[in-house]
């Protein structure tokens, strides 16, 4: 099996295919520090493409409450287990070895999906064989699939055990401990498992943007993409016989709509633009021939992901090298975090919490505008006060908030939108409206 | 609705204790909702957002921020948001667009 390069696993791993890079990778941040778990998104991801017969059950957008939810249901706690039941004790990084853009987290020291059902594994035993041979992972149930969100935010049993049911149906129990909203979608990885697994060759990465894609001409619907994605991205569609999965809205990434897109400028997705809680940001990151991105600092992902890196990547652990990116929830206990974030975390929340100038002004952009933001520019202005915020410690610092203008430009490198941070504004509470 | 109909139809069907596929939950010792709610407020304040917009974010039955609100009620919530306001205030931001657009951002 051929050997390519994962940054953010900072090594070499084993893949089926050659190391081979899009021009421009379609990339996204999520801050899941804003989200109150509206399901915009998801609706209005619903609504544009999976509405018809056959596709009842399929959410290419869906948000999940953790630590209880999954779409399908335990998604991330089964491959976990069996990545752990194939290498028991060793799915761990060594954080001593960070090396700059190379690997900025450290060395993952374990295996990956892809490595973990490796040929010399077979050998020694291992009992993972999925059907591909590519690749680590599991085909969901009908019984998975079928209710996202049932039961994520109301308990209805409070042992982690599915008999005796233990609760009244007329007043379930709410979680009194903590929970978070993980938005998903595809993660149109670097190295993509569904396009590793397929037997088909059905499933492609697009050269100018990294969108993977399958084609629906050539899929037969063996599943081989939904079994072996451990995201559980591709899902199968039983009127057609084929499998689909998220497309990143690709006629609107193209700047091709002459109703959404006039001017032929590029916009976000509808999962992008229809966020309620000004979330999510969309861009197209430029990509080297061994895998780096290409220096870009005032690129907004870019900068996010790679300069500031406050947003991670979900589960890096899995080897696929995801393109989607998340600013992890800053009241969540770390272990968890970790895990599912990788090692960055503990700085990455440092960052957030008390951001540099120009992080502060990028924050203020998200979704401002439809439009894809390919370049942003701070300008500077006066001290107008100071904010506090309390640190991961817990322990308080003073933010100096400055009069600052952030500016962004499409893709075309056209001006869209300036936002200016005016002041802080501090109200009296109503029994002092009078006072002096 | 007759009973036989009653049993046919999913919707209307009770949960039974030896179903294998029942619904349950993981649960996860740890974390503190207070902070959470905490710091959903320091981010739209950061936002611009006032106090009444913050409240809204929780009260509002469709979003599932609203879980919080039924579990500690609304003096809980409104005297953490004036807590956190008073705090860290919120910013005073402007948007200008820089030209016509058509589509998207009309």
Known sequence: ?436 | MSEELKNAHGREKQPEADDPVELVVNWVEGGDPEEMATCLIEEYARLGMNEQEIFELFSQPGYRTHALYRQRGETWLRDLIQRVLGRTGRLRVSVQFSRPTGGCDA
């Not at chain 1, 005796?164 to 007329?170: A, H, K, V």
Request: proline share 8%; glycine share 8%.
């Open chain 1, 1 to 436: 099996m051929p050997k390519v390069h994962n940054w953010q696993l900072g090594r070499p791993m084993l893949y089926p295919y050659e190391e081979s890079h899009p021009k421009r990778q379609f990339a996204f941040v999520f801050n899941t520090n804003r989200c109150i778990g509206c399901q915009t998104c998801t609706m209005a991801c619903k609504s544009t493409w999976t509405f018809s017969r056959g596709q009842e059950y399929m959410w290419w957008n869906n948000v999940e409450t953790k630590p209880y939810g999954g779409y399908p249901q335990y998604w991330d706690q089964k491959i976990l287990a069996m990545l752990e039941q194939a290498n028991p004790g060793g799915q761990v990084w060594n954080v001593g070895k960070k090396d700059g853009e190379r690997a900025p987290y450290g060395v993952f020291e374990g295996k990956t999906i892809f490595e973990a059902i490796s040929e010399e594994q077979n050998e020694e035993g291992n009992t993972f064989q999925t059907t591909s041979g590519r690749v680590l992972g599991y085909l969901p149930g009908d019984d998975e699939w079928d209710a996202p969100n049932i039961y994520e935010d109301t308990a209805r049993n409070p042992a982690n055990r599915r008999t005796p049911w233990g609760g009244e149906g007329t007043s379930l129990p709410a979680h009194r401990t903590w929970f978070f909203y993980l938005q998903r979608i595809c993660n149109h990885c670097t190295y993509p498992a569904c396009l590793a697994a397929c037997p088909r060759q059905a499933i492609y990465k697009r050269p100018e943007d990294g969108v993977v894609l399958i084609d629906q001409e050539r899929c037969r619907g063996y599943r081989k993409c939904v079994e072996a994605c451990p995201y559980k991205k591709p899902m199968y569609r039983a009127t057609t016989r084929t499998s689909e999965k998220c497309i990143a809205c690709y006629p609107r990434l193209e700047g091709k709509d002459s109703v959404i897109t006039p001017d032929g400028v590029p916009v976000e997705t509808r999962c992008m633009t229809a966020c309620v809680g000004r979330i999510r940001m969309q861009g197209l990151v430029k990509v080297a021939k061994d895998d780096s991105w290409e220096k870009d600092p005032e690129n907004p992902i870019y900068y996010m992901v790679k300069e500031e890196k406050i947003a991670l990547p979900l589960y890096p652990q899995f080897g696929t090298e995801p393109n989607g990116f998340y600013i992890p929830p800053r009241w969540v206990p770390r272990d968890y975090l970790i895990q599912m974030f990788g090692p960055g975390v503990e700085a990455a929340i440092e960052a957030y919490v008390y951001p540099s100038r120009r992080l502060l002004g990028l924050l203020q952009l998200f979704r401002v505008t439809q439009k894809i933001i390919s370049r942003f520019k701070l300008i500077e202005g006066q001290k107008v006060g100071e904010s506090e915020v309390t640190l991961p410690s817990g322990k308080t610092k003073t933010l100096a908030i400055f009069n600052d203008t952030v500016v962004a430009y499409d893709t075309d490198g056209q001006e869209v939108v300036r936002v200016t941070v005016e002041e802080p504004i501090y109200e009296r509470p109503k029994q002092y409206y009078n006072s002096i």
